[in-house]
T-cell receptor
């Protein structure tokens, strides 16, 4: 049974479109994350939720909006997609607060904006 | 700005050798330290974590932490071609986790 799952795995879309990525974890963890990994492979944190509350909100364009309906789910909605949004987006979860516990990553969503 | 620095590599070692991966961090108050392995096209997976100064061993892997020098390393003994991957160092403190850019390791048969 997959611990952290993401859908879709691949997403190809045109500039200006709006898209969403979904994430679910069945580990019973309290904290979930969204990361962006660009072509240079640098893994950058975007957002983190702990028990449905936003606790990390890095400097990302406000076209990116996370939403956590419950602590097992964290979705990422992206408005008005731009070429520079092309990247792999990873969801992750941890037992507790960031910085103290190891994180478990989903398989990633490869977003390509044309 | 809290920073985690790693040599991007590539680091190339022959099969059976010891691979040494290094990581330095800028936040002296950092409390937890993690090593992740990422194969090409895959997601990062946890190898080890360490919280206290000294060495921690798990199979062929040893993590070493020196908080005074703000330095954490990962040693891989008896390196195998299957160890070829990018290794990410992550440092945590105060509800924050930062990743290094990763070191690409190639183990040649």
């Amino acid at each position: 049974d997959t611990a952290v799952s993401q859908t879709p795995k691949y997403l190809v879309t045109q500039m200006g479109n709006d898209k969403s990525i979904k994430c679910e974890q069945n580990l019973g963890h309290d904290t979930m994350y969204w990361y962006k990994q660009d072509s240079k492979k640098f893994l950058k944190i975007m957002f983190s939720y702990n028990n449905k509350e936003l606790i990390i909100n890095e400097t990302v364009p406000n076209r990116f909006s996370p939403k956590s309906p419950d602590k097992a789910h964290l979705n990422l909605h992206i408005n008005s997609l731009e070429l520079g949004d092309s990247a792999v987006y990873f969801c992750a979860s941890s037992q507790g607060l960031p910085g103290s516990y190891e994180q478990y990553f989903g398989p990633g969503t490869r977003l390509t904006v044309t | 700005q809290k920073e985690v620095e790693q040599n991007s590599g590539p680091l190339s070692v022959p099969e059976g050798a010891i691979a040494s991966l290094n990581c330095t961090y800028s936040d002296r108050g950092s409390q937890s330290f993690f090593w992740y392995r990422q194969y090409s096209g895959k997601s990062p997976e946890l190898i080890m974590f360490i919280y206290s100064n000294g060495d921690k061993e798990d199979g062929r892997f040893t993590a070493q932490l020196n908080k005074a020098s703000q330095y954490v390393s990962l040693l891989i003994r008896d390196s195998q071609p299957s160890d070829s991957a990018t290794y990410l160092c992550a440092v945590g403190n105060n509800n924050d986790m930062r990743f290094g850019a990763g070191t690409r390791l190639t183990v040649k048969p």
